[in-house]
Nanobody, 116 residues
């Protein structure tokens, strides 16, 4: 059973930083890609960033330069470093692992709240 467990969310003031972690129950190489998504209150879930098994990264255009996705293969963990946070970054952040044929696994999410 694949499990993805997010951590690192919390309350931060605007301009601050947070680093989210996503720990996988097995090797992250078992996924074609892993990514972070977020869902703000009343809005649809949206892409934040992804990292492929080969290490290529992709970001939502609006977040480039502030957010960085990375991974620690030895510890089966993917990170999201978030800098210069804004109140509009407030959301539940989800980790997703993607495999072939559209099979996706999701974590339960971690809440990030940015106060103004």
């Amino acid at each position: 059973q694949v499990q993805l467990v997010e951590s690192g969310g919390g309350l931060v003031q605007a301009g601050g930083s947070l680093r989210l972690s996503c720990a996988a129950s097995g090797s992250i190489y078992s996924f074609n890609a892993m990514g972070w998504y977020r869902q703000a209150p009343g809005k649809q879930r949206e892409l934040v960033a992804t990292i492929s098994s080969g290490g290529s990264t992709n970001y939502a255009d609006s977040l480039k330069g502030r957010f960085t996705i990375s991974r620690d293969v030895a510890n089966n963990t993917v990170y999201l470093q978030m800098n210069s946070l804004k109140p509009e970054d407030t959301a539940v952040y989800y980790c997703r692992g993607s495999r072939a044929f559209g099979v996706n696994y999701w974590g339960k999410g971690t809440l990030v709240t940015v106060s103004s």
